[in-house]
């Protein structure tokens, strides 16, 4: 997923993981990877806070990677 936003000073989303998988995620703002985090069900929520003190008078690009993806996956840094 990737949205821009602006106007906002935090981004927020809701994933619903099931038949047991857990899924592991990497945000990314703007270009740069600011944080990753596994969703699965039986993590106790499906609502993640992607990214927080953003400058709202500024558009920015976020970015919700699923690192399964071949295309984004990185051996040498996970």
Known sequence: MQIN???ATYVKA???AKGGII????VEVDGLEVTSFYASQTSGTNSFLLVEGL????SHHVRLINILEPKFTKTDKY
Not at 23 to 26: E, L, T
Request: charged share 15%.
């Open 55 to 58: 400058d709202a008078s500024v």
């Open 14 to 16: 809701s994933i619903i």
């Open 23 to 26: 899924g592991r995620f990497v």
């Open 5 to 7: 936003v602006i106007g």
